[in-house]
Structure formats: C-alpha cells, structure tokens
C-alpha cells in the first residue's frame, strides 16, 4: 500500500490534497497533519511514509527548519515541499536542504499529481521558470525576514556573485565594486545579472529587498 503524508495546517486545502491524491492509485493511504508537530507525532507512532507533502507556511515553526528537521530525522524518507511561494530563491533553498521536489500550490491538480509521480518514481522535481506563478518582490513575501542566517549558496549564489551583491547592498556602484574586487566593470555586470537570476528578479532594488527578506549572510564569502 502507498502510504502518504499530507502537513498543511488550512483544512480546506489538507481535504482537497487527500482527495486529489486518492486519484494516483487505487490502494493509497493518507495521513493528515494540521502541523509540524502532530506530523512528527504521526511518524514517531506509524513509522515512515513513502512522501511527505510539506508546506512551508505551517504555524509555530519556520518552514524551512521543518524540512531540516524531516530531513535529519528521517533522511531515507523523500519529503517533497508544495507552497504558494515559488519565488527561485524558496525553491533554491527548499532543494538544497534536501527535498525531493518543489511543487507550486498553482499547479492544476493533474500537474500536482504528475510531480508527485516523479517524485514516487525517485526522481528530484523543479518547476521551471515558466511554470511558476509569477509572484513579484512587492506582493505578500513567503515569510517575515528569516530570524536564521541563509547561506549564499542556499539560494543559488557563488561566492563572487555573494560578493557583489554584499557590496551593492552597501551602496557600491558597479565600478566602485570592481575596483573593490580587483574586477573588471563588465564582469562584475556579468556577476549582478547572475545575482537577478539566482534570486528571480530584475533589477538592483528587487534585489537589495530580496537579500534583506531573506537573511543572507554575507560573512564567509570576503
């Protein structure tokens, strides 16, 4: 029997997964959590499923230590995040701790299923580019700015392109930048449209507000 696992603390969305999910095959078990800790609870008492459907916006604990803690406590286990977050910066970090994919909350129900499936199959899910929503820095952010420090290489960043970003935060033009780094200003360019790319914006200003959301910490990269 597939066993799943559904932690999302809105029950009109929670009823509306399991449903969906009765669709994937005809003997298939769900398990509901209303949040992280009965989902730690029903794991400790019914031992490990075969996926985890983890939202990121659960009360009373960051999402993405709770993907941590799911990770470390039960690292043979595939945890896979859906959320109406998908901004590149959430889906960078949410793979890089381990999940086994990152399904958008704006998927119609037969993608969401389709993932899934992928996911099952073994296999890593990203959306690409242009399947996710196109949520913008202005609208409502994923989370308040993170309490806990996010590595560069978290959401996709280099160390060079880190470097320049922390000195464009600081107020640096482009070539102040390069004279600071030893580059040239065509390259340091290069590297801050890298910077809107990794962190899914388009110009300086999104991503200044995009860093502060998320708690970069520039110290181990100079």
């Known amino acids: 029997m597939l066993k799943l696992m559904v932690v999302e603390d809105h029950a009109l969305v929670r009823e509306g997964m399991v449903r969906l999910l009765s669709q994937i095959e005809p003997d298939v078990s769900v398990i509901e959590a209303?949040?992280?800790?009965?989902?730690?609870?029903?794991?400790d008492n019914e031992g490990e499923v075969d996926l985890v459907l983890l939202d990121l916006a659960l009360p009373g604990i960051?999402?993405?230590?709770?993907?941590?803690i799911l990770r470390r406590r039960y690292p043979a286990m595939p945890v896979a995040v859906v959320s109406a977050f998908d901004d590149t910066p959430t889906v960078t970090r949410v793979m890089n701790l381990g999940a086994s994919g990152f399904i958008p909350k704006a998927y119609s129900g037969d993608a969401l299923l389709a993932a899934i499936r992928e996911v099952l199959a073994g296999n890593l899910y990203r959306p690409n580019a242009t399947s996710t929503s196109t949520q913008r820095l202005g609208d409502v952010a994923p989370m308040a700015t993170n309490k806990i420090a996010v590595k560069p290489d978290e959401v996709g960043l280099t160390d060079r392109q880190a470097q320049v970003l922390a000195l464009m935060m600081r107020g640096l033009s482009n070539?102040?930048?390069a004279d600071q780094l030893g580059l040239s200003e065509g390259t340091v360019k290069i590297h801050a449209t890298a910077v809107f790319k990794a962190l899914g914006v388009n110009s300086r200003t999104q991503a200044l507000v995009a860093a502060a959301r998320y708690g970069i910490d520039f110290e181990s990269v100079f």
Do not use: H, P, Y
């Open 34 to 43: 209303g949040d992280f800790e009965a989902a730690l609870n029903a794991l």
């Open 62 to 68: 960051d999402g993405f230590s709770g993907l941590d």
């Open 175 to 177: 070539r102040d930048i």
